[in-house]
């Protein structure tokens, strides 16, 4: 008779158990069978993922390299993150949580190096945060790296930042703090200057496998006919001739980025390696980079192909093996109809990220700020399909990438918009260039084949700071449209990630050109050095930068007291019938929460009675959480939002 949960046909271990077992069998009986039991759990993705992007032979032999390479990982794992990972399998929506408050920054231009921001957790905690992405820190080859996304070496920290051992110390007092450590996992290329490129270039045929080679432009200039271009200034072309290697190297982003070939069962237990790695030093959430473009296909622009999640499921299901702790994200900056698939869907779903950045989400907000027409915002977010209840988006206002307009036609066309000519819009009004806009960003990579342009830009030359000077009601214009952008990031469900001075209001930084490698790419202006004198104004009342510090700050407060804001809920649009208004609701069985947005510098409103239908919230009884008072509807049954206001309504009586 075997135990209650083994499957009835088993006839003995299988050759993966039987390997597993081996690597183990020094390990304590109550180990190796933990290790066991989250093989029946997980192993099943990991065959999955394989089987479909392998041959049945390949997926086997890397099968079975894969679990011992976890049965040692699993084996060494310090006794903290074991803990850890016992913790998260008991509560695995940790990364849900409505308490979760991300920030994002460089940890030199944030504290110098790594020692440097163990000693601002302060700082950080004083905010609320608890995911902490820390751009790109493992070593690069000398010059220009596209700030850090070409690795030069996976197992090694740039040396200005610190060594393997202060990342490993930083990695402990974080989660002393309750903060999880989030690194990149850059896994589509390699920087020229890696290993495995210097070794293609030196003649090594295992090595020459890694890439993507070719001896003449046929094949390059077949795939060119659907390829897009990433960086169209900076790098134009998918392929790079290389001397060296005697090739055309396939180059999705700059020529001293290789892409690697995924199709190659080396690559991805080379990669493999590296996640179990990197979770072993602590890091809690991997940012899965730029994983859109992993995957190749003749006559497709090469990205989103299913392999991509095929892929993702099989690492996720050895990470969940290994360090069960570790949450994986995917940086998909891929159109609305793409973007839900990296949580998996159909048998894929709830299978793959665990996070996922809502690009859309940030696209338009920005783009009902420009507007002030939320009919748009509103068409393209409800049509979202759902997400699985058991993953959660990355919200945020901004990043360290460039804004660009990703608003589907389909989406413009509905709401009887151009497309196209909306796009253009909002380039030209983020860019400064529309009459009487506020924004002062700067165009980065300006595609003359399909007149994209892109925004450079912190949130605050986003939102005004540069245009409003020293008038108090252009000011508190500026401060409500940051504040609302926020407001409307963490109302979302999920983790909003703050990027490092938005918190203080601070403007583009006007020296980005100057440094050494970076004045090709204006994605610097908005990736400033952290003014630690002027983060003291936070706390002289009046300043903009303390009115931005406290209102993000009490809007994470008070979003980690609202279970309607744990990311299993999902957000539901309401309709529009203010145009300048944006109106949610996200059903708890707690009573629903309903949050109206205000995208505008003029009073507004939106009927009781709509929100009644749709929410079932009882208005008459509502109290908005964000100021704690009384919502009561005017005698035309509508409920005022102020210019920028952003209310969470709750009913009271509940
Ligand atoms: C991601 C990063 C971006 C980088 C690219 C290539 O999109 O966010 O900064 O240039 O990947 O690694």
Not at 118 to 143: C, D, K, N, Q, S
Not at 312 to 317: E, H, K, V
Not at 501 to 506: F, M, T, V, W
Not at 590 to 602: A, D, I, K, M, R
């Amino acid at each position: 008779m075997g135990t209650l949960s083994a499957p009835v046909t088993r006839s003995g271990p299988s050759r993966i158990e039987q390997l597993a077992a081996r690597r183990l069998r020094e390990e304590k009986r109550w180990k190796r069978e933990r290790f066991a039991l989250r093989l029946e759990r997980w192993w099943a993705d990991v065959e999955a993922g394989l089987g479909a992007v392998y041959d049945p032979e390949v997926a086997a032999g890397l099968g079975e390299r894969l679990v011992v390479l976890a049965a040692g990982a699993y084996s060494e794992r310090p006794g903290d993150l074991a803990r850890l990972d016992e913790q998260r399998i008991l509560r695995p929506d940790w990364f849900q949580s409505e308490s979760m408050l991300g920030y994002a920054a460089y940890a030199d231009r944030f504290a110098g190096d790594l020692a440097g921001v163990a000693e601002r957790v302060a700082y950080l905690e004083e905010l609320g945060v608890t995911y902490l992405h820390l751009m790109p820190l493992l070593m690069t080859a000398e010059g220009d790296s596209d700030g850090g996304y070409a690795v030069a070496d996976y197992h090694r920290v740039r040396p200005d930042l610190g060594t393997i051992d202060d990342l490993r110390a930083l990695a402990g007092r974080l989660r002393r703090s309750g903060i999880s450590l989030v690194l990149d996992l850059v896994l589509n290329h390699v920087a020229r200057e890696h290993p495995w490129a210097r070794a293609a270039r030196g003649g090594d045929a295992r090595h020459r496998a890694f890439f993507h080679l070719f001896e003449d432009r046929e094949l390059p200039d077949a795939y060119e006919m659907h390829l897009p271009e990433v960086f169209p200034g900076l790098a134009p072309g998918n392929f790079t001739w290389d001397d060296e290697v005697g090739a055309w190297v396939w180059t999705t982003f700059n020529s001293f980025q290789w892409d690697l070939d995924w199709s190659n069962p080396e690559v991805f237990a080379a990669l493999a390696e590296v996640v179990l790695f990197l979770a072993n030093l602590g890091v809690e959430v991997l940012r899965l980079d730029a994983i859109a473009f992993l995957w190749k296909r003749m006559g497709t622009d090469c990205r989103n192909q299913p392999e991509v999640h095929a892929i993702t499921r099989a690492l996720r299901g050895l990470t969940r093996i290994a360090a069960p702790a570790v949450a994986l994200q995917a940086e998909a900056i891929v159109g609305p109809e793409d973007l839900v698939g990296y949580f998996g869907s159909g048998a894929d779903h709830g299978k793959l990220c665990d996070l996922a950045y809502h690009n859309s989400l940030m696209v338009h907000t920005w783009s009902t700020l420009a507007s002030r027409d939320t009919r748009l915002a509103a068409h393209a977010l409800s049509g979202l399909p759902p997400k699985p209840t058991s993953t959660a988006w990355v919200t945020y206002v901004r990043g360290h990438d460039d804004i660009g307009w990703a608003v589907s036609d389909a989406d413009a066309a509905a709401v009887g918009l151009d497309g196209g000519a909306h796009r253009r819009f909002l380039s030209e009004y983020y860019s400064g260039a529309f009459p009487g806009s506020f924004a002062r960003g700067l165009v980065f990579q300006h595609d003359l084949g399909t007149g994209d342009r892109r925004i450079s830009g912190t949130t605050a030359s986003l939102a005004g700071r540069d245009t409003a000077g020293d008038d108090p009601v252009e000011l508190d214009s500026v401060v409500g449209r940051i504040l609302l952008a926020h407001a409307v990031a963490l109302g979302w469900g999920g983790v909003p990630v703050l990027w490092m001075g938005d918190e203080l209001a601070i403007g583009n930084d006007g020296e980005w050109a100057g440094e050494a490698g970076h004045d090709a790419d204006n994605r610097w202006v908005h990736r400033p050095r952290m003014d630690w004198e002027r983060a003291e104004l936070r706390h002289l009342s009046g300043t903009v930068e303390q009115r931005v510090w406290s209102g993000i700050r009490h809007l994470a407060a008070v979003r980690s007291r609202l279970p309607q804001l744990h990311a299993s809920i999902p957000t539901d649009v309401l309709p529009v019938v203010d145009p300048g208004v944006l109106a949610v609701a996200r059903r708890h069985p707690l009573g629903p929460l309903v949050e109206l947005y205000n995208f505008t510098e003029s009073p507004r409103s939106y009927p009781a009675g709509v929100i009644e239908e749709h929410s079932g919230l009882r208005v008459g009884s509502g109290t908005d959480a964000l100021t704690a008072s009384e919502v009561r509807p005017d005698d035309d049954g509508r409920v005022r939002v102020a210019p920028y206001e952003a209310l969470w309504v709750l009913d009271r009586s509940l």
